[in-house]
């Protein structure tokens, strides 16, 4: 072989080892959990904080347990709490931790396709867009639970 072909083909290689690296998680997920259901319950919410590494926002959620996935948010208006899907994506400002829980913004999962027993786990698919419009995609896997797991702001935030 040539000089210029391994030369080549050590750039090609590198690039895609870059390719990889810049397809890298850039969205830091903690304490991700979704609610248990019971027999016939068609809705359920899943709640995580999610850190950007760099300001982008979660444009969309999919997962196959659920015939349609949607980030919303709760508030009071005047009062009635209302909850609707947020629209054009929920902002993630760089280096700020952003925490979807229950009464805030969260992840519905509606038209469940099964129940979501606790001690199970469901698979969601979470989308970013950059800045500059790009999208990636972030697999993550949710214990199923009654309650928020110990350890999480929601659980914590919870008093009596």
């Known amino acids: 072989m040539k000089l210029n072909t391994i030369t080549t083909i050590l750039a090609l290689s590198c690039g895609g080892l870059f390719a990889q690296a810049a397809s890298a998680q850039t969205v830091d997920v903690q ?4 609610r248990a259901t019971v027999p016939g319950q068609k809705a359920t919410g899943a709640f ?9 926002k979660l444009v969309s959620v999919s997962t196959p347990a659920a015939g349609v996935s ?9 009062d009635v709490m209302k909850m609707r899907a947020v629209q054009g994506g929920l902002d993630l400002p760089a280096g700020k931790a952003v925490e979807l829980k229950p009464g805030g913004y969260h992840v519905m ?12 786990t469901v698979a969601l698919t979470l989308v970013f867009k950059d800045a ?3 999208e990636t995609k972030q ?3 949710l214990p199923v639970s009654t309650v928020a797991p110990v350890g999480t702001m929601a659980h ?3 008093k009596h």
């Open 109 to 120: 999962l509606m038209d469940l396709k099964a129940p979501l027993p606790k001690d199970s």
């Open 132 to 134: 500059k419009g790009v």
């Open 70 to 78: 949607e980030v919303h948010e709760m508030k009071m208006d005047g």
């Open 156 to 158: 914590s935030d919870h």
């Open 139 to 141: 697999e993550v896997t």
């Open 31 to 34: 304490g991700a959990w979704a």
């Open 48 to 56: 995580m904080k999610l850190t950007a590494k760099d300001g982008t």
